[in-house]
């Protein structure tokens, strides 16, 4: 199946519009006084974009655009000066900038369809449970019970003048949680519409893994060196100010070593990008047969230990589980690695086995460290959460409610996605994520053991990716760290084209070939109307 091709005949204006933009750009940096080289950088690559645009407007060219500014530009780091209801970060830019490409499709040609995925009933359950969670609990949003929800509702009888402690309104912070997970959507439909074919899937697929693993190679020097390059991006992109990493020493610190964060909101989110994104690169390996496949697995890999996380372990045991349920000879020829690999850890990444080694068995016992005052699973934390499911086990007590950060902060930090669902979208909302789930593996699985071919390699790797999130969601909280999760929904929108794709594979260099039949599955637009060569938007 190709995706349907975009035409308008207001193309040729589209290449004078972006050097426009630019040159508007760079006048508003030299009016401001600063980012004026920036600026001009900015002018240079879009007056290069717009003299090969036929490439760089392709539907998989800009689906990777997209995720090279997700990866690459931290977020919540960096913004833009401007008084609106949410945070102007570039990210949110360049998906609107994206989506408005694609809606404009939608409306001008009637070729352009919305496609289905293999997950739309839970994720349609998950926005009626989103939606009801907030329709239901006016009072939950605009009277906040902070007392109950840090000590639950039975400790809140015993504090002292409890009834003096104000109520909080979180309406605001709801609003921007609902119009993330809109925009959540809305991009996870644009790749499942426009990225339909082998060429454009893989075109994002290396897109994704060289640059997490460009990311997971600074993460590596910043374990070396401390210092991270992506705190000092402001003289690179026109206009943006830095706004602070937002994490103090209790958060990238672990065992007197640095825990990494690189462009990642948290180590622990990083952690989660590298592991999840480590199967493609796997498969790219196994696909291209090309040494730079391997050295990227390799580098994520070691990126993903650099974060010193207990969270990077879990997910990548979980992806050699399923890979010894999928394709148990690519474990059995890889456990002679083993042993060199722990060796080139120990040189390259000097004191992380030791770290993590220490965060798994502690001195008193993980259990016991886990279980005092404040621990992960402690009664303190995880109490006063299931008082909420009980008083409100249906719909919970509204999504977006809960800001476990900054000087908003309302609730505690679980460290367990799953429960956290459940307080804010109760059962009901935890349940549509199960279902998501068990739905995608058990269809990209089965279909993945049947099919011994490249397709079947790649619905493997990508099943790994999916249950790794899944058992990661246990340990820390998954939905609040915009980077990965972004990742994730791209990794289902992938698999549900892979499902999809009923011919024949492409084996080794015949998937990356652009011939006619990737062409379709990008779309273009062109001046000459509905009759002429299909690959690029507008």
């Known amino acids: 199946m190709t995706n349907i091709e975009l035409r308008s005949p207001g193309f040729d204006r589209l290449p004078v519009g972006l050097v426009a933009g630019g040159v508007a750009l760079l006048g508003a940096a030299a009016v401001a006084g600063r980012g004026v080289a920036p600026a001009a950088g900015v002018l240079i690559l879009v007056s290069l974009i717009a ?11 800009l689906v990777s655009f997209l995720l090279l500014v997700v990866l690459v530009i931290p977020i919540k780091r960096y913004g833009f000066t401007a008084s609106l209801p949410f945070d102007l970060e570039p990210y949110r ?46 009072g939950s949003i605009t009277r906040l019970d902070i007392i109950r929800s840090f000590v639950g509702a039975r400790a809140a009888e015993f504090i002292r003048d409890a009834d003096r402690i104000p109520f909080v309104d979180v309406s605001g912070t ?34 994704l893994v060289c ?15 401390g210092y991270n390059v992506f705190d000092h991006l402001q ?23 640095l825990r990494v964060y690189a462009s990642a909101q948290h180590p622990i989110a990083l952690a989660a990008l590298f592991a999840m994104v480590v199967p493609l690169s796997l498969y790219l390996a196994h696909h291209r047969r090309r040494p730079i496949w391997y050295a990227t697995s390799a580098v994520l890999i070691l990126g993903a230990l650099s974060t010193v996380s207990r969270t990077s372990v879990t997910m990548l045991a979980a992806i050699v589980v399923i890979f010894l349920v999928l394709r148990r000879s690519v474990v059995t020829r ?21 770290g993590l080694r220490q965060a798994f068995f502690p001195s008193k016992g993980l259990v016991s460290d886990q279980t005092v005052y404040g621990g992960r699973i402690s009664s303190e934390r995880l109490g006063p959460q299931f008082d909420v499911i009980k008083q409100q086990p249906a719909l919970g007590q509204g999504y977006g409610t809960r800001v476990t950060s900054g000087p908003e902060q309302n609730s505690r930090v679980l460290d367990n996605q799953w429960l956290a669902t459940g307080v804010e979208t109760g059962l009901i909302g935890v349940f549509a994520w199960v279902w998501l789930f068990v739905r995608f593996v058990r269809r990209a699985g089965s279909e993945a053991k049947r099919d011994l071919s490249e397709r079947g390699w790649l619905l493997t790797a990508i099943t790994s990716s999916v249950v790794a999130f899944a058992v990661g969601m246990f340990t820390f909280d998954a939905f609040s760290f915009v980077q990965e999760l972004f990742v ?47 690959s690029e938007v507008s």
């Open 51 to 61: 003299a090969g645009h036929r490439v760089a407007l392709r539907w998989d060219v």
């Open 235 to 257: 003289g690179w992109i026109p206009l943006v100010t830095f706004e602070g990493s937002g994490l103090d020493a209790a958060d990238i610190g672990r065992a007197g070593r």
């Open 93 to 138: 830019i360049a998906i609107g900038f994206v989506l408005g490409l694609w809606t404009s499709a939608l409306l001008i040609d009637s070729r352009v369809r919305l496609q289905r995925s293999a997950i739309d009933g839970p994720l349609l359950l998950f926005a009626v449970a989103v939606i009801g969670s907030v329709a239901l609990n006016p």
């Open 211 to 225: 640059g997490a693993a460009g990311v997971a190679a600074f993460a590596i020097v910043e374990r070396r060196t």
């Open 488 to 534: 994730f929904f791209v990794l289902l929108a992938l698999g549900s084209a892979v499902l999809a794709w009923n011919e024949a594979w492409p084996e080794g260099a015949a998937a990356e070939r652009p011939d006619r039949t990737a062409a379709l599955s990008s779309g273009r637009v062109s001046s000459k109307g509905l009759g002429s060569a299909p």
């Open 174 to 207: 709801v609003a921007k949680a609902l119009l993330f997970l809109v925009s959540v959507y809305l991009a996870f439909y644009f790749i499942v519409s426009v990225v339909r074919s082998p060429q454009a899937i893989h075109v994002v697929l290396k897109t």
């Open 334 to 354: 890889a456990a002679v690695f083993v042993l060199p690999a722990l060796i080139v850890i120990h040189l390259i990444l000097p004191g992380t086995i030791g």
